[in-house]
C-alpha cells in the first residue's frame, strides 16, 4: 500500500513536504497505524513521532489519517485506508516541531486556564470527601478524558483562536469540576467563562464528539456549561 | 476570562441569549410577512401602504430591524474576530459593519415614519 507521511524537520528542510512511501503489510494483516508507523521508522529512522502505551490510555499519539483526528494505536488500518493509500498528518492547527510531533503548549495552556482541580474552601474531613453513586455517576463520561488533542484540534473555532477559545477537551474538563459534588468553586469557575471566547466560540458543529477516540462528547458538556451559566444569570 | 469590549455585549452568554432572541422575532416576522404575502396574492399599493400604517406593523417592523442589526453584530464580530488577525483592519471591518447598521436603523425609521 501507499503511506504519504507528512515530513518537515526544521533543521534540515525550508518547507514541510509529503514523502511517499510504499510498504507491504506483513500476512496482509489488519495492523494499527502505530504499528505500520512502526514498519515505517525501520526503513527510514529518521521518522520522528509520539508514542507510549500502544492502547489508546496516554494520548501521545494523536494525529490526522486520511483526513480524520485519531489514535494510531487503537485505530487499525481496515478502518481509515481508502484505495490502498493512507495520509498521515500531524495534529492540525498546531505548530510542528517535527514530522508528527506537535507543539501541544497551547493546548495545555487552555487546560490550565479552566483550574482542573478540586477547589473546596471547607474543612478537609478526617478520611476523605464522600460522594453518594448519584453525585458520582455525574462525572461519567468527562473523567476519561485522556487530553490527546485529537477533538480540540479538530475545532475550527480552536484554529482560529487557539489562545482565546478553551477548546473542546478543556471545556470538557471545566465541566467535569463544575459538576463535581465536591467542588465549592462553581461561581469562580462560571464568572471564568462567561466571555465571548472561552466558551461561546463553540459553534456545535460537533467534529470534536466524531474524533473522540474515547467517545466522549464534549459538545454535550458545554451545552451544560451553557445551561449552567444561564441559570445562573437570569 | 478573555477580554473584549468591541463585542455586542461584552457578555458571551448575552450575546449568545441576544443572538437567539433576535432569531425568533425575525422568525416570526418573516414568516409574517411570507403569509400575508400569500394570503393577498391581488394586493395592491394602498393595501400595502395600510399595513404598514398602523402603529403595530410599526412596532413589529422596527422590532425586526433593530433585532437584524443586533444578530447581524454578533454574527460579524465572530466572522471577523475568527478570520481577520490584523488589528486594524478587522476594526476598520467592524467600524464599517457598525456604520452600516446605523445607516440602516435611521433609514429604516425615516421610510416606516415617512410614509
Request: glycine share 8%.
Amino acid at each position: 500500500m501507499l503511506v504519504s507521511v507528512y515530513r518537515y524537520n526544521p533543521e534540515v528542510d525550508d518547507a514541510p513536504y509529503m514523502q511517499d512511501i510504499h510498504i507491504d503489510i506483513p500476512g496482509g494483516k489488519d495492523i494499527m497505524v502505530l504499528d505500520l508507523l512502526q514498519l515505517l521508522k525501520e526503513k527510514d529512522a529518521t521518522l520522528a513521532f509520539r508514542r507510549s502505551c500502544r492502547e489508546g490510555v496516554c494520548g501521545s499519539d494523536g494525529m490526522n489519517m486520511n483526513g480524520k483526528n485519531g489514535l494510531a494505536c487503537i485505530t487499525p488500518l481496515s478502518q481509515v485506508v481508502e484505495g490502498d493509500k493512507l495520509v498521515l498528518r500531524p495534529l492540525p492547527g498546531l505548530p510542528v516541531i517535527r514530522d508528527l510531533v506537535v507543539d501541544m503548549a497551547q493546548f495545555y495552556k487552555q487546560y490550565e486556564k479552566i483550574k482542573p482541580f478540586l477547589i473546596n474552601d471547607t474543612p478537609a474531613p478526617a478520611i476523605e470527601r464522600l460522594q453518594s453513586p448519584e453525585e458520582r455517576a455525574e462525572l461519567d463520561g468527562l473523567y476519561e478524558c485522556i487530553l490527546c488533542a485529537c477533538c480540540s484540534t479538530a475545532c475550527p473555532s480552536f484554529w482560529w483562536n487557539p489562545d482565546k477559545f478553551v477548546g473542546p477537551s478543556g471545556l470538557l474538563q471545566a465541566y467535569r469540576f463544575l459538576a463535581d459534588s465536591r467542588d465549592t468553586a462553581t461561581r469562580q469557575r462560571l464568572a471564568e467563562l462567561d466571555d465571548p471566547f472561552s466558551v461561546f466560540r463553540c459553534h456545535g458543529i460537533m467534529n470534536c464528539v466524531s474524533v473522540c477516540p474515547k467517545g466522549l462528547n464534549p459538545t454535550k458538556a458545554i451545552g451544560k456549561i451553557r445551561t449552567m451559566l444561564i441559570q445562573q444569570a437570569t | 476570562m478573555v477580554t473584549s469590549i468591541t463585542s455586542f455585549g461584552r457578555s458571551g452568554l448575552y450575546d449568545w441569549m441576544m443572538q437567539r432572541v433576535t432569531a425568533v422575532i425575525l422568525l416570526a416576522y418573516t414568516v409574517f410577512m411570507i403569509g400575508y404575502l400569500l394570503f393577498n396574492p391581488d394586493m395592491d399599493y394602498n393595501q400595502w401602504r395600510g399595513l404598514f400604517d398602523g402603529t403595530g406593523m410599526r412596532i413589529f417592523t422596527l422590532l425586526a430591524l433593530l433585532s437584524m442589526v443586533a444578530h447581524a453584530w454578533i454574527g460579524m464580530w465572530s466572522v471577523s474576530t475568527d478570520y481577520i488577525k490584523p488589528t486594524g483592519a478587522r476594526f476598520v471591518f467592524q467600524s464599517v459593519c457598525g456604520l452600516l447598521a446605523f445607516i440602516y436603523v435611521v433609514w429604516g425609521i425615516q421610510i416606516l415614519w415617512g410614509i
